[in-house]
């Protein structure tokens, strides 16, 4: 089928590669006038498609894909669909959905997992939206999901895709921290000489078995210590949304959490915490932390 | 080749079969005289295999390993291995091994994980001990262990087997309270209509992909928010080595150590933390928390 | 000075109560006509008020605030000036303040700390708002503040009062968690024989001594194990907010939260992790953890 | 009465004289020969006191009270009772008290809180031990505890007094830490303009008021923002055993954990957890964490 793909970066080129090969007919659109873009702007890429429309909009979160949604609003016809691919949280996805269906126009989300490797293997792909927009959309979902049963899901309403979307960052939170504690248990312990080949050897027959853990294995090919990796860690926004919203749910998520804030604390967060800690205990016991003392530690 | 297996329950059962189907020529003793077993004692056991021998201990940890281990002691001799399958702690490893080297004999602990999927899938093992006795024992490991390249490390010296396995289990622990803590968020969310169909996409194509997102798969099928199974869980002891060993080499382990204590609170574990803190809000505001109040919230 | 209180509850009453003695002129409203009021309408109460006029307000949080500070918005003069002494959130704060200020009417938000035992021993408050509103209001707050140096801050800017309470309380979540793990452990222990005589005796000369150790020993007094007290807690929304705060501020606060997630576990909100951890170890282990297994545990 | 003190530092040091202003006749002996000590041999002090005789051990845990403990029951006679007031692990206790039981010598196990201002103040002090060895002690520990209803208490049989005192010590763990994620949530938000200030207010009236709020008011008199401090805390070992024995006892203790780890992140602890994460984000998505990125963050 034929659809306008707004955002031809690393994700959206991707896409719109895997897409062609699959036959679908794609016009692309993209600020940068040097990203192979087939229309140079807005208005020319809604001119290049024919109604009803499918609009995929894949641009960083909140401003980018703000205004890209609005100016959508005034082009597009009832009518037409946007799709929402990027990391938009949930509740923005509403806004988005309720500005556009005043003037007749369909909203998705689309919540997108598979990396750089999605291109090869496919895109895990959640959605959010009625049932009606799904349906007209779902050739394209099924040109961008991986061969077989899995990897595509209607997960319910709008902003439901990137909820799914951001409760699977959450649990990838977890799981890699969950893989890091262990791997650092491991390597400071007499037992184990070689934590990277032992987790290595559980990518088959093992509870754990997980694509993480292949990718644990490229990663530790040729410095099984992982010393060449810096001991700070980013976070992309999802985990911290998901904390969030379990909090409002009533849900503890100790797990996610706890990954989230060791990689906060890796970028500087506990620093003051931990002033607060060694200055009460030089007041009460004399113990004094000399940064001296930590070195040699 | 030829080895004698002690403890044929569901576990040391199953790994019979998979030996000799594989050509091994195993000798089975259970202390159950209905087990299967090929010899009704210890001492029967060890008359029927060829010197030097190899006996596997498939008993539960504790008391019944630790008293097999040191009657093999005695009937044992020199060049002689025992291999300890179970759950052993890798602090008694070293204990076992000690004992029975002062006798000339080998010991390797062997971590089994794939539980009763591994008779089929073969199970993923991890070995601790002297390269001597591991390259002595390696083809019964061959045949234990999955096809292909993975699912067999020799992870260190005597006792790192079971502290690999324990690693191993700490981040189970930790993947299922991170899969848990999604789907929990997601069931009380409005956003995500259908919680298990939405984590079973992820099966292919995902970050998170893994066995077991492909279990939870098969126990969704029939029952999609588990009403019918029970809010408590068990635990089975390697999490809670692993929060200690880690604590010993000054690791934080906040993921494993959430998912061990989300377990030991369901079992009433936590009770007396909250009485005092009702108390103290009684003491202090007013704010007493009745039974109704909540029963009913 | 005189002053107009909304909301003669428990707190207000007893804070009207303690101005009174100390010789300001309290005019009261409540919509209760049976709470003891002067007025019986807010229109009255701004009539019976000589500008410029303060008024505190001292009702629950969300739409009763809301709505008296959109009333007041519509009766009150240019400089007058709006307390708001409940339990706003400081997002919400501002908001109250831009919209009284479009009238020329201040705005300070006041968090209150002491509890029930504030009638007598004075209430700890934390004001937020500008320099000259503090100054005009201050002779109210020195008559509520306890004896002495502390008890009073004007911690900063509209908003900062409740910001300031918000982590009070969050503080106080994650100090009687900390009291609860060390009586939960002493309990279990065979130990320690009194764990309610050995925190009580921290009440002098120890680094823990503190007022909740203080309320702790009469908790204790008739009933040193608590038994009589559910083990249930409930929140009131301040530590909630604090975790979501630190959240954006990438400051990690895993007491604070673990505080909270132990009082959400105790009202179910964990119920379906547990689920998904027991279906999974039934998958793969067959260990199916039988609620008649728990009961004897 | 008489008692020999074995080990005049800071902390015996002080006791000693507190005692004597009591009117003990202590007789007090450290290795080092600076020290003021009375004796300059264990069996120098042995022989100055009158049997039955009471010796309080005030040495470093570990090797040199192990080593004070057995010297002791070489030395001392039938009727005389060892006090071990350092930070000992309630184990280690049972195994002294065993060794000294089998040549009729008494045990008590004593643990201390108050820091330097013990000397002063008085220390809060938990007993463990017999009934009868703890009233022929009592005198001394009278002396030593502050003045009043509170700061002494028989905790429980030999271990009772280091259990009670790790589990305080684990309490004030988490009081720090909640004390710090509160100061460092201020810190960072633009509400609350004086951190410091802010929780030096609560030192009266509010819920939180504590011995160690007063302390961080001396902490940031002249410092508000702790600025000097450095950002990394040591551990003393008890909040460790208490997470250890929780464990054993199945009590979650997350406050008090999440506190160590706070510790143990700060030097150094987490850093391989963080390089497996930002390894695996590479491998998935080319999202790598550069350390220049990090700086400016």
Excluded at 259 to 278: E, K, M, N, P, Y
Aim: charged content about 20%; glycine content about 14%; hydrophobic content about 40%.
């Amino acid at each position: 089928m034929q659809m306008g793909m707004i955002g031809l970066g690393r994700m959206g080129g991707n896409m719109v590669k895997r897409l062609r090969e699959d036959g679908h007919e794609i016009v692309g659109f993209d600020m940068n006038p040097e990203s192979g873009r087939d229309v140079d702007s807005l208005e020319a890429l809604v001119a290049a498609l024919e109604a009803p429309r499918v609009v995929w909009v894949m641009v960083p979160a909140g401003k980018p894909t703000d205004s890209t949604v609005e100016q959508l609003g005034e082009l597009l016809e009832p009518g037409d669909i946007v799709v929402d691919g990027g990391n938009s949280k949930y509740t923005e996805d509403r806004e988005h959905a309720a500005a556009l269906s005043e003037k007749g126009i369909g909203f998705l989300d689309c919540g997108v997992s598979g990396g750089v490797w999605g291109a090869e293997r496919g895109y895990a792909l959640m959605i959010g939206g009625s049932d009606k927009d799904y349906e007209t959309v779902l050739p394209i979902f099924q040109s961008l999901k991986p061969e077989g049963e899995y990897g595509l899901v209607h997960a319910g309403p709008v902003g439901g895709g990137h909820f799914a979307k951001m409760v699977h960052n959450g649990i990838e939170y977890g799981m890699m921290q969950a893989f890091g504690e262990g791997f650092a248990t491991m390597l400071r312990s007499e037992y184990v000489t070689n934590p990277a080949e032992t987790m290595t050897s559980w990518r088959t027959g093992s509870v754990v078995a997980s694509w993480l853990l292949d990718l644990l294995d490229n990663a530790t090919k040729n410095d099984p210590e992982l010393k060449s990796v810096p001991a700070v860690a980013n976070e992309s926004g999802e985990a911290k949304w998901m904390v969030e919203a379990a909090l409002e749910l009533g849900v503890p998520v100790p797990t996610t959490a706890a990954a989230l804030w060791q990689r906060q604390t890796s970028r500087g967060g506990a620093d003051d915490i931990l002033r607060v800690v060694t200055a009460l205990r030089a007041q009460f016991g004399g113990h004094v932390t000399k940064v001296d003392e930590i070195a040699t530690h």
